[in-house]
């Protein structure tokens, strides 16, 4: 069995998406943060920082694995292959192939930079002092966000087909959903983008993102 640690929304998202794409079977086990359920004891021992979400996969040697961009890779890596689930292996393109390499750049690209800067917008705070300057960084944070959309969006007119990589989904596309869901409050939040709203719209409807947030008891506005 997998076991999944999550908390509604949080980056357990990708992940979870990615086990109903992939026809997994797996286990959900909730860490509430809004509970402060990941800074318990318990919680601590299994992921010593503190953070959702966090894999166990007792299929291999209770493997335990954090950072939800490298769930994935895991995860697509050991469960997509044609030897073993031939119809989902593109989500596990060939090494050194031209899909892994900008597999490879949109994963980079989605965690390391608007991740990232996702996280300074939400939790301004802990990166000064006080009140005033915590509402300047929301803010800056949400105008470099607004810059990396407006990319995104300009490069899913050039993909080739209606996800980042062209014809197949990808990890990265089940990534930037949850991404992009995160900038919903904003004011110009990634459903306002051309290509984006079409991009989320057809995400949106794929039974793997439905499942997810009907486990996770999310409701709208969903993204
Ligand atoms: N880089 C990590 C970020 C994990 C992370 O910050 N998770 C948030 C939820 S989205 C969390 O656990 N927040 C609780 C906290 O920081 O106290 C990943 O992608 O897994």
Not at 43 to 48: A, G
Not at 81 to 86: F, L, Q, V
Not at 183 to 207: I, S, V
Request: with cysteine; net charge negative.
């Amino acid at each position: 069995m997998i076991q999944l640690y999550y908390s509604p929304g949080t980056a357990c998202l990708a992940p979870h998406f990615l086990l109903e794409e992939l026809g997994l079977a797996y286990e959900l086990v909730l860490v509430d943060t809004s509970k402060q359920q990941h800074q318990t004891e318990a919680y601590l021992k299994l992921n010593p920082k503190g953070k959702i979400p966090l894999l166990i996969d007792q299929n291999n040697a209770d493997l335990s694995l954090t950072e939800s961009a490298a769930i994935c890779l895991y995860l697509a890596e050991k469960y997509a292959t044609h030897a073993t689930n031939a119809a989902n292996a593109h989500f596990n393109p060939a090494p050194a192939s031209l899909q892994r390499a900008q597999l490879y750049q949109w994963m980079m690209y989605l965690s390391n930079t608007l991740q990232a800067e996702l996280l300074s917008y939400f939790y301004p705070e802990r990166l000064c002092d006080d009140a005033d300057s915590a509402a300047q960084v929301k803010t800056h944070a949400e105008e470099r966000v607004a810059q990396m959309l407006t990319y995104i969006d300009t490069q899913l007119s050039h993909s080739g087909g209606d996800f980042l990589l062209g014809v197949d989904i990808s990890i990265a596309d089940l990534f930037l959903f949850m991404l992009c869901r995160w900038t919903r409050g904003m004011q110009k939040p990634a459903r306002a983008y051309p290509q984006l709203a079409g991009y989320l719209e057809r995400m949106f409807n794929r039974p793997s993102i439905q499942n997810s947030f009907a486990q996770e008891g999310i409701s709208a506005p969903y993204y």
